[in-house]
């Protein structure tokens, strides 16, 4: 963990202080060559987008393991566990292989740390994942870029199929200040006959991605144009507020499919989870309708409407970008009825900050500013409070940790009231931290 945590870790670095060379593919082909190149052993679906990857990649997994798939499952941030991030079939590389992967890793890394600078922390996680997957012969491995996607450390595969999800402004002080800058680079995974797959997008947006579709001679189809797809919202007894997609190609006929996530946005995250599926049907894969929409109702996503407390109420959510807490405060009033709202929020200085804060100030009742222990990107919760009074007069308060934030927030809730920790994965992760520990106190008292 500390050799780890001495790399360059984009993930909790302030962009000011990133050399520019930190982003680059050629380390990572260096490194993947040391290692044998185990990527070109495994089958692959490459996940990028601003906003629900995570998800896509939860329900695509889901769905192919329901069908009898050794799924391999590479995602980032974690909440709780860095073995998070690699799993096969919804468990964890033990720590023991975790450690042998990773001291084959660091010796590959070593040798060509000279020709080509000391593998960053992301950089040595996904070559942990594609050592292990190849190492396991897993049947296919869903992959998701960390950052951007032409650039980025998991750009080394050769996939089956591409997803690219919604795209908004995040990041932009690498990927760009342009929707079209930033769907460029995600667009950087396309590859010379691999199909991509995308939804609706702003036009300047779609427009990019064909020019890059074009560029890398592959096919790209868009959900509800290209593909037949629709989604409603509805209220059925047993079921409850909920969404139902469906999607048909000349293989697939996804016929009113309940979306397992909640929140209406997730429906065309689930139409692109099924698009993923048929297009591995036409690569061989075996999925049958049924299997598909059995394994999909098994979906689980940890830090997304994730609630992990009764009394109080508790609702974890990792929403970090104007549209994902737009989605998320929309989705709480649907799913979870409360009398009063109270938001524990803290964010990364990369955002767009005051338009994160205007998306909090639409949904909640009273706020309290925190930061993410250990984050240097964290923005001062006092600077939050101070933002946010220029554009709200709500109540708030601010709290230099998060537990001394969970108790104002427990504090200031009453029956009927709702607690949602949100901005950050760092902070949903802290939360759950936290959290259990209390949990693990109370069983031992």
């Not at 870790?9 to 000011?16: D, L, Q, Y």
């Not at 992959?143 to 795209?167: H, K, Q, W, Y």
């Not at 990927?175 to 609706?200: C, M, N, Y």
């Not at 639409?362 to 101070?386: W, Y």
Request: proline share 4%; aromatic share 4%.
């Amino acid at each position: 963990m500390k050799c780890l945590y001495d790399r360059i870790n984009v993930e909790k670095t302030r962009v000011s202080r990133l050399r520019k060379d930190v982003i680059k593919l050629e380390r990572m082909h260096a490194l993947m060559e040391a290692l044998g190149n185990p990527q070109d052993d495994v089958r692959y679906v490459h996940v990028a987008g601003t906003k629900g990857k995570g998800s896509v990649c939860a329900m695509t997994a889901s769905a192919l393991e329901a069908c009898g798939y050794t799924v391999g499952v590479y995602t980032s941030p974690h909440l709780v566990d860095l073995r998070e991030r690699v799993q096969i079939n919804g468990v964890m590389i033990p720590e023991e292989a975790f450690m042998k992967v990773f001291a084959r890793c660091e010796d590959a890394g070593l040798a060509i740390e000279k020709k080509h600078g000391k593998p960053t922390f992301f950089e040595m996680m996904t070559a942990v994942a594609l050592v292990w997957f190849a190492e396991q012969a897993v049947d296919v491995a869903i992959v998701e870029t960390g950052l951007g996607g032409r650039l980025d450390a998991t750009n080394v595969i050769t996939p089956e199929v591409v997803a690219i999800t919604g795209i908004s402004r995040d990041h932009t002080q690498i990927l760009g200040d342009s929707l079209e800058s930033i769907a460029r680079e995600k667009a950087g995974i396309f590859k010379q006959g691999v199909p991509a797959l995308t939804i609706a997008q702003p036009d300047g947006v779609l427009e990019e991605m064909c020019r890059c579709a074009e560029e890398a001679e592959c096919t790209l189809e868009i959900i509800g144009k290209d593909i037949d797809f629709s989604h409603r919202f509805e209220v059925t007894p047993g079921v409850g507020p909920h969404t139902c997609v469906c999607l048909s190609t000349e293989r697939s006929a996804f016929e009113h499919v309940n979306v397992p996530l909640p929140g209406e946005h997730q429906a065309l995250n689930c139409g692109l989870a099924l698009a993923i599926v048929d297009r591995l049907r036409e690569k061989g894969f075996e999925t049958p309708e049924t299997t598909v929409i059995e394994g999909l109702a098994n979906t689980s996503l940890p830090g997304r409407m994730e609630i992990v407390s009764d009394e109080p109420k508790i609702v974890l959510d990792g929403a970090h970008n104007s549209d994902s807490l737009a989605a998320l405060m929309k989705s709480i009033g649907i799913h979870t009825p409360y009398d009063s709202l109270v938001v524990v929020f803290g964010c990364c200085e990369d955002k767009d900050v005051d338009d994160l804060l205007k998306r909090i100030a639409m949904g909640a009742d009273k706020i309290i500013f925190t930061r993410a222990k250990g984050s240097l990107r964290a923005v001062d919760p006092q600077e939050l409070q101070q933002r946010f009074t220029e554009i709200a007069g709500k109540m708030t308060q601010v709290a230099e940790t998060f537990p001394e934030a969970l108790e104002l927030a427990e504090r200031a809730v009453s029956r009927g009231d709702l607690i949602c920790v949100t901005g950050s994965f760092f902070l949903v992760g802290e939360a759950k931290k936290h959290l259990k520990a209390q949990e693990r106190e109370l069983v031992g008292a």
